[in-house]
């Protein structure tokens, strides 16, 4: 019984492993041309798909309904077999969403839709979608009800202020969402950076673009949940419009071939100590808004006196 059990185990293990090894292979490929062209832009000649001086595409001088239709399609980075498809884009960061950023990062940024436009592109899916379901984002306030709770007791006096404050400044993320998403975003690549700096050769700014891709498939995932569920809702640390749980799980996935996380209870304390590094960025931020309230007050009512 136990032998089966560890046949199975076996089984499993050689298949994920053999599914890991499929998914590390970049799977844009071009095959070499040796075939030999006139460019009709510069009249270079050359060998290959592209001219080497002027960049133009072999067989890109005549217009047939194709090619009007492809370069229409271009536009939207729609063309399956040409550079910086989005169709490729989206498959892969759902089939290989680590391994494709390391791709990118790595020079292979020929082949993907570049991060920004792709967020761009899927964030206005989102809103569209959003004003089609009719739908309305349901935000948790259980720590502003927790934070009543305390002015509420006079137990609590002497950090009443405080309370306040640190309501203000959730309430002020929660009503201007494009501030708090762009905090959110610049925190958590500083969490990242910080926490995987030494497990992974990535600068700040790289980080950053890992960010924007994350950012791509988590709103990709919420396009899905959106249509499965007709439900959205942001109550997590990350900005993501999916539910908290869902994020850990593709976090981690991501992690594991991003960052080589093949461990799962390292990988899941790195995963914490990134979230801790989110809540210190709050705080710190918080304290901020706080300190300036509290400056500003006691300038009016200087001024007052
Ligand atoms: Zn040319």
Redesign the pocket.
Known sequence: MVKIATRQKEKLKGWLRRLDARQQQPNYKLEPSTEEHT?P????RYTGHF?P????EEGTSQFTLRTLVVKLLDVMGFDESGNHSVLRTLRDLMWRPGYMIRDYLGGHSVAYFQPFKLLIFLTIIFTLLIHVLGVELEQSTGILEKLQEFQDNADFKPIWPLLAGVAYAIRWFQDNMVYSIIFQNFFIVNAMWKVYRHRAPYTWVETFIVQMYLCCQFTLLGIVQLLLTQRYHTDSLFPYLVSDRLVSLVLLYDFFQLYGEHRFWPALWRLLKVELWLIVQYVVLACIIIFCLGAYVGFVQGLSE
């Open positions: 460019c832009h510069c009249q270079t001219c001086q002027c960049g133009m």
